[in-house]
């Protein structure tokens, strides 16, 4: 099982609606969660961090955490074409003590004008 | 406040041959990584260092590449000898903390290994 997982995509979305990205982890106690957006060609940049279970907003944008279902998403209302991208979603795991810093496969998100 | 610095941006060697990548973290940053960002995948970690211990080395294929991180600061990665496979981006980041704490990474512009 991979640490964290993500639908690779494509996910394609018009212009306006909303974009649901999601992310599952392996390791029951970690407890830092993040959403990092990457353009083609360009570094990972965070857009959300979350600790605690529920949703936190920021503008456009709404992470949830359910750690009972091991469950991150990542909403991004009103989407703009600027907001394609590749969406890649990171924990902060320490199955052994040893904290590490992992990311998923990530999900392209293409927002059609 | 200046970024992460890497070194070189590009980088095109024939199989077999060596190379090696830099990197200049924030300054005052404890923990330093190097990431594998294989095209169309995500970054996979190759080494993590809190100060100059090495936190997580697991995913790294130790035959071939090797990597430190003297006095704590800068860091360099070296593949020796490269496979068409190690054909990739190689990114640093650095974070301000480690271990549970750890927040937001920061990362340089990364290093494009082409292997022919």
């Known amino acids: 099982q991979k640490e964290v997982e993500q639908n690779s995509g494509p996910l394609s979305v018009p212009e306006g609606a909303i974009a649901s990205l999601n992310c599952t982890y392996s390791?029951?106690?970690?407890?830092?969660f993040f959403w990092y957006r990457q353009y083609s060609g360009k570094s990972p940049e965070l857009i959300m961090s979350?600790?605690?279970?529920g949703d936190k907003e920021d503008g456009r944008f709404t992470a949830q955490l359910n750690k009972a279902s091991q469950y991150v998403s990542l909403l991004i209302r009103d989407s703009q074409p600027s907001d394609s991208a590749t969406y890649l979603c990171a924990v902060n795991t320490g199955p052994s003590g040893t904290y590490k810093y992992i990311f998923g496969t990530g999900t392209r998100l293409k927002v059609l004008a | 406040e200046a970024g992460v610095a890497q070194s070189p941006r590009y980088k095109i060697i024939e199989k077999r041959q060596s190379v090696a990548f830099w990197c200049n973290p924030i300054s005052g940053h404890a923990t330093l990584y190097w990431y594998q960002q294989i095209l169309g995948q995500g970054p996979k970690l190759l080494i993590q260092?809190?100060?100059?211990?090495?936190?997580?080395d697991s995913q790294l294929p130790k035959d071939r590449f090797s990597a430190e991180r003297l006095k704590g600061v800068d860091s360099t990665l070296k593949i020796q000898p490269a496979k068409l496979e190690d054909s990739a981006v190689y990114l640093c980041?650095?974070?301000?903390?480690?271990?549970?704490?750890?927040?937001?990474?920061?990362f340089g512009e990364g290093s494009r290994l082409t292997v022919l």
């Open positions: 980041a650095s974070s301000k903390s480690g271990g549970a704490n750890t927040g937001e990474l920061f």
């Open positions: 260092f809190q100060n100059n211990g090495v936190v997580d």
């Open positions: 979350i600790y605690s279970n």
């Open positions: 390791d029951r106690g970690s407890q830092s």
